[in-house]
């Protein structure tokens, strides 16, 4: 049963620390893309990558928020220093590049859940 | 900026009846739009797809139309369970391999 693989599902930390959260795409797969939702801004697109390669990060606030694939199997999403601000659910979807190209078919995780005190 | 919302934000239900869930967006000119599912504490699951140059798509007691030059999106969920309890969000892709843009989505409860 493929999926998308983020951990750790709940994050509770406090603010000034740094977070990292991980996504496993589904094998195979070739973009990945990082969301954040909340209550107030709803479902927000972070990054986008293609073949490892960041194609957008505009969403992305770049003082704080950095986003990584350093392999095909791994991307990473990290926060430095976290701020009360940050709490939200974060998001990994991952898809084919046809599909993606084609059609913006993606495939999400179940997402973490951070909490920034 | 492409804007999408979806109204009502909730809708509750008796077991049976049909639901009508609808999506706005400012810009019509789209690639094509998206029906996903969220269940509480998961990841969002793909419902239907509609290429700009449809007009609806079905699957099982699903059905959405697309309405682009109105900026519309319905989908209709017919003889609704408790189990389509759920959020539904709408999202559209303004051109090929793009960003989606979400609605707020709509958050149901069917009463059994």
């Known amino acids: 049963d493929a999926r998308v693989t983020q951990t750790p599902r709940h994050k509770v930390t406090e603010m000034g620390q740094e977070v990292t959260m991980r996504c496993q795409p589904i094998?195979?797969?070739?973009?990945v893309f990082w969301y954040r939702q909340t209550m107030m801004q709803g479902l927000e697109l972070l990054a986008y990558f293609r073949n490892r390669a960041p194609l957008d990060d505009s969403g992305m606030p770049k003082d704080r928020f950095s986003a990584e694939m350093p392999d095909a199997t791994l991307a990473t999403l990290k926060i430095q220093p976290s701020e009360p601000r940050d709490s939200a659910v974060y998001f990994c979807?991952?898809?084919?590049?046809?599909?993606?190209?084609?059609?913006?078919?993606?495939?999400f995780g179940a997402g973490t859940r951070l909490s920034v005190l | 900026k492409q804007e999408v919302t979806q109204i009502p934000a909730a809708l509750s239900v008796p077991e049976g009846e049909n639901l009508v869930l609808n999506c706005s967006f400012t810009?019509?000119?789209?690639?094509?739009l998206q029906w996903f599912r969220q269940d509480p504490g998961k990841g969002l699951t793909s419902l239907l797809l509609?290429?700009?140059?449809?007009r609806e798509q079905t699957s099982g007691r699903l059905n959405a139309s697309l309405d682009k030059s109105s900026g519309r999106s319905t989908l209709y969920i017919a003889a609704s369970q408790p189990g389509d309890s759920a959020t539904y969000l709408c999202?559209?892709?303004?051109?090929?391999?793009?960003?989606?843009?979400f609605g707020g989505g709509t958050r149901v409860l069917v009463k059994p």
């Open positions: 509609i290429q700009s140059s449809q």
């Open positions: 810009d019509s000119a789209i690639y094509n």
């Open positions: 999202a559209v892709g303004k051109a090929a391999g793009n960003k989606l843009t």
């Open positions: 094998l195979g797969h070739n973009t």
């Open positions: 979807a991952s898809g084919f590049e046809a599909e993606t190209l084609a059609k913006n078919i993606q495939y």
